[in-house]
């Protein structure tokens, strides 16, 4: 049986062994690393391996949020965002309330567009969520109020 792993000669001529697959090198390198506890020494292999499986990063950043999408989204945030509550038990009875009827609102939309029955696009979506909470403002006493109106009481004025 001829040894392989020496280059063959034909007079003067020599026939240069065959470099290993960049899969045959990261393979080898990550075996050689796998115990090791230097996490950034991994990142040639696992460059390599990409590479031999064609599959590199790109450099390209991610595709942008299309408007209507980031519309929704903004509003959603939107109709979300509510102001803490102050420390009363009614206050907090009516900021739950508040927001469980909000989420609500933000469930019927996400729902409407995952099953495709958003009918009139994405944009009447925000702006149906933005008008409902024009038309539901809270209808609590916030944490501020409740300071502004604590501060009032302290220096003589009347409170809510």
Same mark, same amino acid.
């Given at each position: 049986m001829a040894d392989l792993s020496m280059p063959a000669?034909?007079?003067? =001529?020599?026939?240069?062994?065959?470099?290993?697959?960049?899969?045959?090198?990261?393979?080898?390198?990550?075996?050689?690393?796998?115990?090791?506890?230097?996490?950034?020494s991994l990142r040639e292999?696992? %460059?390599?391996?990409?590479?031999?499986?064609?599959?590199?990063?790109?450099?390209?950043?991610?595709?942008?949020?299309?408007?209507?999408? %980031?519309?929704?989204?903004?509003?959603?945030?939107?109709?979300? =965002?509510?102001?803490?509550?102050?420390?009363? %038990?009614?206050?907090?009875? %009516?900021y739950e309330s508040c927001v469980s009827e909000r989420i609500h609102l933000v469930q019927l939309a996400i729902r409407d567009t995952i099953a495709g029955k958003a009918k009139n696009g994405l944009e009447w979506e925000a702006a149906y969520l933005r008008q409902q909470i024009e038309r539901r403002p809270p209808r609590y006493r916030t944490s501020e109020q409740e300071i502004a109106d604590l501060r009032r009481i302290a220096s003589g004025g009347e409170g809510q």
């Open positions: 000669c034909t007079g003067n =001529t020599t026939i240069p062994a065959a470099e290993p697959s960049d899969l045959a090198v990261a393979i080898s390198v990550a075996q050689q690393l796998i115990d090791s506890d230097q996490v950034l292999p696992l %460059r390599l391996l990409l590479r031999a499986l064609d599959a590199e990063p790109t450099n390209t950043p991610p595709k942008s949020v299309p408007e209507p999408v %980031r519309d929704l989204l903004t509003a959603i945030s939107e109709v979300l =965002t509510l102001p803490n509550p102050g420390g009363d %038990r009614m206050d907090m009875v %009516r």
